[in-house]
């Protein structure tokens, strides 16, 4: 699950991508707490507008589950729910586009996928990215690095000017369990969320 501390006024944002079979992105649960009502109620609305309002999405801090806990018992909420708990609050699910994979001249033998961010890095969380994700240097000037390993190739791409970032992730046909698939676009995506960003979707393109 992926926690976030909402300033001002204050509130807990609980999501949960929820994935199709091939790990692409169907929709988005979520639930929302706040002080004032003492509650926990379904938010498709807030999830979407944290993705498209840039002023919101600055009063979200992203966190794990231990400083949402710590957060959650200061703001007056007592001890966080149980993830199982926490599921049963989500009661309506944002959709998520769905369309047939796009070609974008994948190699033979290989499928990509695109885990979208919403938000911009400011120098030091660029180089907090590059590490995380364990980047190489890129001749393009629109990606901020590229690695790889076992199979799987991943970059760091921007998409428009203070827009947006995507990881964009090859895996070659046939490398291993899927899970370890899953596992590594898991893994992708919260080592971004963890610097601020916020994920928007995760796509494959044939």
Known sequence: MDYYLISGPDGILVEEFALHH????????SAVWSPESGTWSASPDVSRVVRSDARLRALVTPMDRRAAAQ????????ELPEEGRLRGLFRQRQPLPTAAPLDLGSSPGARRYRILFAGDFDADGLANARAALRLEPADDPRVAGRA??????????SIGAGIAWCV?????????????LGALLDH???AIRELGLIPVTVERFA
């Open 148 to 157: 790889s390993a076992e199979g799987f190739a991943w970059e760091l791409r």
């Open 188 to 190: 992708l995506r919260q």
């Open 168 to 180: 964009d992730v090859t895996v070659r046909l046939g490398s291993g369990p899927a899970g370890v």
């Open 22 to 29: 091939d790990y692409t992105a169907a929709g988005i649960d």
């Open 71 to 78: 957060a959650y018992t200061r703001l007056g909420g007592g």
